[in-house]
């Protein structure tokens, strides 16, 4: 599945404002729920709250370097969906290296999903990992850009 496949553009928030991890979850799910794919379902934000901090109970998903992973399985739900925020500023998320987190990726699936859940957050993580990926995220002027730079595949070269 590639990246443009799991992130809508309409799935990208630029400089969110998010308080504590709850709000942060609030905010994300808001932002899930505004795609097409969610219209026609019963599938409300305080479900997608719920399944993401209680999964946040099993141990943090932020992950290191100012990236967080939150992750949940839901019922009746079709599909893997994600959406991702840069902050507008630093937020304690209990990371693994203890850093706050500016840069986070939610991920939906259903509860049967199995290995597709697990690939999507593997492909996810694999390009958050990358040094250069992250200080596009952090420097990209409007969520256009935020967009291009979190699905965009091309390796950057030096000249």
Known sequence: ???????????????????????LFQELAALLL???????????????????MERERLGSTGVGSGVALPHARLDNLE?????FARLD???????????PVDLVAMLIAPTDAGGEHLRALAQISRRLRREDVRSRLRAAPDKESLYISLTDNTKATAA
Not at 2 to 12: E, H, K, M, R
Not at 79 to 83: P, T, Y
Not at 89 to 99: F, K, T
């Open 1 to 23: 599945m590639l990246l443009t496949q799991l992130f809508p553009p309409n799935g990208v928030a630029c400089d969110m404002q998010a308080g504590s991890k709850k709000q």
């Open 34 to 52: 505004a795609h097409e794919s969610f219209k026609n379902t019963d599938i409300e934000a305080r479900d997608i709250v719920s399944a993401a």
């Open 79 to 83: 599909g893997v969906h994600a959406v």
């Open 89 to 99: 500023g630093p937020l304690d998320y209990e990371s693994i290296d203890d850093r």
